[in-house]
């Protein structure tokens, strides 16, 4: 989320105790519903959530993974239902915004200017997913995945970025778009190339100069 974004939305919770309450959010449980009207704009204090879409079969495609300072729910201030469902991975706090007050706050005009750049860096991340879909085999999706999500969520170690929070093989799946089982297969790839590598410090070990060539090379 952009510096500027971030920055000015967490000015408006630490100044406005009236307008906004904090939410505690279970492992598992969902914040809000695809399809349901919600109204509300989310700031993540703590915790780790995930925003998906399901299909009508049941399938489902991840469209992203949230740490502290990330915000959810934004399109409550133009549309009238949510179109994903946001679910804490792991116990999470959020600051609950409802949209009219969000939209008090925007006669800031710093804060609107750091809205406009967030809302076209996630329609550019969106669009990086299509084009990955299209332009890249399974394998090397999954590749681009993980980079993604170490450099987002990882910690540096050396040449290697250590991922603390589990991140299940059916959530990539979700994320690459292919099977779970093929995701697992892929994984022992990246282990014996050197690419990723499992460590007593964390739940997974990515290699990023050697998955950054990786992934380049498919491009």
Known sequence: MPEMFGKKLREFVENSPASVSKVT???G???YNYGNSDGNVYLLESG???TVIYAKDGKKCLLSICTPGDSLGELAMFL???TETASAMKRSVVWQIPVVRFLEALADDALVEGLMRHLAQRVAEQQQII???VMMDSERRLGATLLSLARK???VHGSHLLIDDRITQ???SGMVGTTRSRVGFFLKRFRAAGLVDLSPQAFLAVHEPSMAAYVEAGV
């Open 25 to 27: 959010i279970e492992k």
């Open 29 to 31: 449980d969902n914040l």
């Open 48 to 50: 780790l959530m995930k």
């Open 80 to 82: 009238p239902c949510c």
């Open 131 to 133: 084009a990955n879909l």
């Open 153 to 155: 969520l990882g910690r």
């Open 170 to 172: 059916d959530d990539l």
